[in-house]
C-alpha cells in the first residue's frame, strides 16, 4: 500500500497529485532542482491508501522538514502535459491535484533534503509572485495575490 498513485493508461500516465502552498511575507515557497528550469509546488505523490490530508502533511515534512497543519483546500487542477523526467519523458501524463493551504509557523525555517525520482537535489525557494521566473502552476502567480476562501477548479491542457 506505498504505491504513488501513477498508473500507466494507454501510452500515457495518470498521477494524483498533492500541493502545497506555504506563504510567508508575500512570497510562497516553491521546489527547483538541478534538471528543471522551473519551479513546482512542494508536494507530490498521494500514495495508494492515503488521503490527500494525509499525504500533503507527509509530503511538506519530506520536504521541508517541518511537521505542517492543513488551513483549507484552496485549488484542484486537472492538467494535461508532456513528462520531462527520465521515467515519463515525452510521455502524455494527466495530472490531478490538490492544492492545501498550509498553516506556517512563525519560526519555519525550512530545510531540503529531497530528491528527485533520477536523483536530482531539489532546493527550496522563496518566490515572490511579481518574479519572473517559471513556476508551475501557473495559476499561482494570480490567484494567490488575492485568495478567497472557496475552492477552485483549474484545468490545463498542453496536449
Given at each position: 500500500m506505498n504505491k504513488d498513485m501513477c498508473v500507466a493508461c494507454d501510452d500515457g500516465i495518470?498521477?494524483?497529485?498533492?500541493?502545497?502552498?506555504?506563504?510567508k511575507d508575500g512570497k510562497i515557497l516553491m521546489v527547483g532542482n538541478e534538471r528543471?528550469?522551473?519551479?513546482?509546488?512542494?508536494?507530490?505523490?498521494?500514495?495508494?491508501?492515503?488521503?490527500?490530508?494525509?499525504?500533503?502533511?507527509?509530503?511538506?515534512?519530506?520536504?521541508?522538514?517541518?511537521?505542517?497543519?492543513?488551513?483549507?483546500?484552496?485549488?484542484?487542477?486537472?492538467?494535461?502535459?508532456?513528462?520531462?523526467?527520465?521515467?515519463?519523458?515525452?510521455?502524455?501524463?494527466?495530472?490531478?491535484?490538490?492544492?492545501?493551504?498550509?498553516?506556517?509557523?512563525s519560526d519555519f525555517a525550512p530545510i531540503s533534503e529531497s530528491f528527485t525520482e533520477d536523483n536530482s537535489k531539489e532546493h527550496l525557494?522563496?518566490?515572490s509572485l511579481d518574479e519572473n521566473i517559471k513556476m508551475y502552476p501557473e495559476f499561482f502567480r494570480t490567484e494567490l495575490k488575492y485568495p478567497t476562501d472557496t475552492v477552485k477548479h483549474f484545468i490545463k491542457d498542453e496536449r
Open positions: 495518470l498521477n494524483i497529485r498533492v500541493g502545497a502552498i506555504i506563504m528543471a528550469n522551473y519551479f513546482y509546488s512542494v508536494g507530490g505523490r498521494i500514495k495508494f491508501g492515503e488521503t490527500a490530508e494525509e499525504a500533503i502533511v507527509r509530503e511538506v515534512f519530506e520536504e521541508t522538514g517541518v511537521k505542517m497543519e492543513i488551513e483549507r483546500l484552496g485549488f484542484v487542477h486537472e492538467n494535461y502535459f508532456y513528462g520531462d523526467a527520465p521515467s515519463n519523458l515525452g510521455k502524455l501524463i494527466y495530472e490531478i491535484s490538490f492544492f492545501f493551504y498550509m498553516k506556517v509557523p525557494k522563496w518566490v
